[in-house]
């Protein structure tokens, strides 16, 4: 197994108190093995994102579990270990990808640093790859490549730095490829032009891919198992097809019945009923009982976990297997 994250726990300092970002959060990830990771906003989903590539702020904590890669624990390793990790096996794409670059550096130059510094950490010798940064250029679909190495950021759309960071990443050559909401800060076109391409470079090279978004239905276009995400928790977690067509969890539920159906019949778009608990004081039990339907007593006063339902895992109180 490529990632295996057991009984994980995050906790942020603030000065209104400690935010439990992430609560005993279990998921695995096999080689070239796709996962979308879907829930609303403060759902915990950039936590367990930065939290794999080990770059928490400073007032973020490890307060539990741990984060296996390739089988070796990562909160063990020091600085430079991780280092020689980041980039080389885990590769994160930010939601604003501009504030990964250096405004004040040509892209072309930023890429050649990066890859000076993989080939000293591989202990080779750094010779010319201006052959292969070129290809990875035209293989993320990048127009002009000779060009666009020669700009700035602020020269570029925001689709063709997406591009870059993603040509910058496949230079790279990591085994994981982490992208935090990659398409929500594009409009429609740009957004089913980088899922495409997500789809045809997960083909071409291989790579295990951890997809963050909102948005369920991008999921169901770029992942084999999507993992749905409430309040620092996974709920559900499975097949693609299972989880959108026969969803277990009343929130994963709520999630798909979301999904515009493209008639204008529908009428105005559907949403799930409350909002997303503060996770300074989250709700005792299961953490989506006060928006839930089927809300039982059981609910409200006992956490269940995550149970094998055929080909998915769920943690509700509703199917019997729990009690």
């Known amino acids: 197994m490529l990632l295996e994250i057991q ?3 995050v906790t942020y300092r603030t000065e209104q108190g400690n935010v439990k970002a992430l609560n005993d959060v279990n998921l695995a990830v096999g080689e070239k093995e796709n996962i979308a990771v ?5 759902s915990g989903k950039s936590t367990l994102g ?3 590539a080990k ?32 980039g080389g096996v885990v590769f994160m794409v930010f939601q604003d990808p501009l504030n990964s670059l250096n405004p004040v550096k040509k892209v072309g130059n930023q890429i050649v640093e990066a890859l000076q510094v993989k080939f000293r950490r591989e202990g080779r010798r750094y010779e010319n790859a201006s ?6 250029f035209e293989d993320v679909r990048i127009p002009d490549p000779e060009a666009i190495l020669q700009r700035y950021p602020h020269e570029l759309s ?10 910058m990443g496949l230079l790279l050559r990591p085994k994981l490829l982490i992208a935090d909401e990659p398409t929500s800060a594009v409009d429609v076109t740009l957004q089913a032009q980088i899922i495409n391409l997500l789809n045809i470079l997960k083909a071409e090279y291989g ?8 948005d369920i239905s991008v999921a169901y276009n770029v992942a084999d198992k999507i993992a749905v995400m409430y309040a620092g928790d996974i709920v559900e977690i499975g097949p693609t097809e299972e989880v959108i067509k026969s969803p277990l969890h009343p929130y994963t539920q ?21 909002t997303t608990p503060s996770l300074l004081h989250p709700p005792s039990g299961c953490r989506y009982h006060p928006r839930c339907p089927y809300a039982m007593d059981i609910c409200k006063t006992t956490d269940p976990e995550l149970i094998q339902i055929k080909n998915s895992s769920v943690a509700c109180w509703l199917y019997p297997k729990q009690k």
Do not use: W
């Not at 790579?207 to 909102?214: A, P």
């Not at 709520?254 to 409350?274: F, H």
């Open 7 to 9: 009984d994980l726990s």
């Open 38 to 42: 879907v829930g609303e906003s403060g």
């Open 50 to 52: 930065i939290s794999i």
């Open 55 to 86: 770059i928490l702020p400073a007032n973020g904590a490890y307060t539990g579990g741990d984060i296996l890669l390739n089988g070796k624990s990562v909160l063990a390793m020091n600085d430079t270990q991780i280092r020689s990790i980041r």
């Open 131 to 136: 052959e292969d940064i070129i290809k990875t």
């Open 158 to 167: 925001g689709g063709q730095i997406q591009r870059v960071i993603l040509a």
């Open 207 to 214: 790579l295990s891919v951890i997809f963050i978004t909102h």
């Open 254 to 274: 709520g999630l798909v019945s979301c999904i515009p159906s493209g008639s204008k019949s529908q009428g105005l778009l559907k949403t799930v009923p409350g």
